[in-house]
Nanobody, 116 residues
Framework: QVQLVESGGGLVQPGGSLRLSCAAS????????MTWYRQAPGKERELVAA????????NYADSAKGRFTISRDNAKSTLYLQMNSLKPEDTAVYYC?????????WGQGTQVTVSS
């Protein structure tokens, strides 16, 4: 059974940091590109950051560049998103996504709220 389980979300003040994790199981994690998406209330889901299967190539949304870092540990089948200098506009549900050809899996999401 394929599972992607996000964790690490919560309430943080502007300027603060959070580290999201996405634990994968039920598929060969190291063969999949991984992506973090987010969806704010009333808005479409948007890509935040992506990483290739072996963790060499990364891509970031303009809003994330310089503040967020995506990484992965294939030995632990886990994806990470380090988020620094958080802003209220980063408030959203964050989802991890696994993609390989015709196969695509989603997690259930974790809420990140940036507020004073």
């Amino acid at each position: 059974q394929v599972q992607l389980v996000e964790s690490g979300g919560g309430l943080v003040q502007p300027g603060g940091s959070l580290r999201l994790s996405c634990a994968a199981s039920g598929f060969t994690f190291s063969r999949y590109a991984m992506t973090w998406y987010r969806q704010a209330p009333g808005k479409e889901r948007e890509l935040v950051a992506a990483i290739n299967s072996i963790g060499i190539i990364t891509n970031y949304a303009d809003s994330a560049k310089g503040r967020f870092t995506i990484s992965r540990d294939n030995a632990k089948s886990t994806l990470y998103l380090q988020m620094n200098s958080l802003k209220p506009e980063d408030t959203a549900v964050y989802y991890c996504n696994a993609f390989r050809g015709e196969y695509e899996y989603w997690g259930q999401g974790t809420q990140v709220t940036v507020s004073s």
